[in-house]
């Protein structure tokens, strides 16, 4: 078998596992090729009735990533679930002479883990690692503030210190995981409101352990004196 012939039987292997579940999701829902044409092309993508039937017959051997999208906004699944079926199939091709456990394959493909050592370090990962980070923190801090209010403000609760104690960890370790996106040079994340001071350039002189000894609630915890002034000033 020459590499053109290789390649095009591992691409005829991907459609046939979209196309398995399309006819899958589209039966789930009662949906005619027709309907779920329209409900593809309503999402923004061009198709027609002899599109579906080209692809659930295996006459059609291309999907474009557009295409991929607008089945996970039509069906309402994640688009990786097209490419990486981790929930029928045991392992997967990625290119001729490459073929791995699927769930593994997943996990490379969204960057949480690599497939060998050979693959890049750290940096090469920073971009999904670091928004992983951010988003895990923001969430932390907000359970902890809401877990904060199940507590009577006026008794003195050691489980509620902890609740506080939590909030201003995830505070500290959400400015730390910017200040390293901002070194790389990343797009930065929008923050929720009530975070959006975070970044206040009056937290680059506070030590660490004294922005985690802040109380939570609002990032908005120092007063503007003389001292912060000369400071910010000086830089």
């Given at each position: 078998?020459?590499?053109?012939?290789?390649?095009?039987?591992?691409?005829?292997?991907?459609?046939?596992?979209?196309?398995?579940?399309?006819q899958?999701?589209r039966?789930?829902?009662?949906?005619s090729?027709?309907?779920?044409?329209?409900?593809i092309s309503?999402?923004?993508?061009?198709?027609?009735?002899?599109?579906?039937a080209?692809?659930?017959?295996?006459?059609?051997q291309?999907?474009?990533?557009?295409?991929?999208?607008?089945?996970?906004?039509?069906?309402?699944?994640?688009?990786?679930?097209?490419?990486?079926?981790v929930?029928?199939?045991?392992?997967?091709?990625?290119?001729?002479?490459?073929?791995?456990?699927?769930w593994?394959?997943?996990?490379?493909?969204?960057?949480?883990?690599r497939l060998?050592?050979?693959?890049?370090?750290?940096?090469a990962?920073?971009?999904?690692?670091?928004?992983?980070?951010?988003?895990?923190?923001?969430?932390?801090?907000?359970?902890?503030?809401?877990?904060?209010?199940?507590?009577?403000?006026d008794?003195?609760?050691?489980?509620?210190?902890?609740?506080q104690?939590?909030?201003?960890?995830?505070?500290?370790?959400?400015?730390?995981?910017?200040?390293?996106?901002r070194?790389?040079?990343f797009?930065?994340p929008?923050?929720p409101?009530?975070?959006?001071?975070?970044?206040?350039?009056?937290?680059?002189?506070?030590?660490l352990?004294?922005?985690?000894?802040?109380?939570?609630?609002?990032?908005?915890?120092?007063?503007?004196?003389?001292?912060?002034?000369?400071?910010?000033?000086?830089?």
């Amino acid at each position: 078998m020459t590499d053109e012939e290789m390649s095009a039987a591992v691409q005829a292997q991907h459609i046939r596992l979209v196309a398995r579940r399309i006819q899958a999701l589209r039966a789930a829902r009662g949906w005619s090729a027709e309907r779920l044409a329209q409900e593809i092309s309503a999402a923004g993508v061009s198709w027609n009735r002899q599109v579906v039937a080209k692809l659930e017959n295996g006459r059609r051997q291309v999907l474009s990533f557009m295409e991929i999208n607008a089945l996970g906004l039509v069906f309402g699944v994640p688009p990786i679930l097209f490419l990486f079926p981790v929930d029928t199939e045991d392992a997967i091709t990625l290119v001729p002479g490459r073929t791995v456990d699927t769930w593994t394959a997943a996990k490379w493909f969204m960057g949480r883990s690599r497939l060998d050592e050979s693959e890049g370090g750290e940096a090469a990962f920073a971009p999904l690692t670091l928004r992983s980070k951010h988003d895990a923190l923001v969430e932390a801090y907000e359970d902890a503030l809401i877990a904060q209010d199940l507590f009577d403000p006026d008794v003195d609760d050691q489980d509620r210190t902890k609740v506080q104690r939590r909030a201003r960890l995830a505070l500290r370790d959400l400015r730390m995981v910017r200040a390293e996106i901002r070194r790389h040079g990343f797009v930065m994340p929008a923050l929720p409101e009530g975070l959006d001071s975070v970044d206040d350039r009056r937290y680059e002189f506070m030590p660490l352990d004294e922005l985690a000894a802040q109380p939570p609630g609002s990032v908005r915890l120092v007063e503007v004196g003389p001292e912060w002034e000369d400071r910010d000033g000086a830089r």
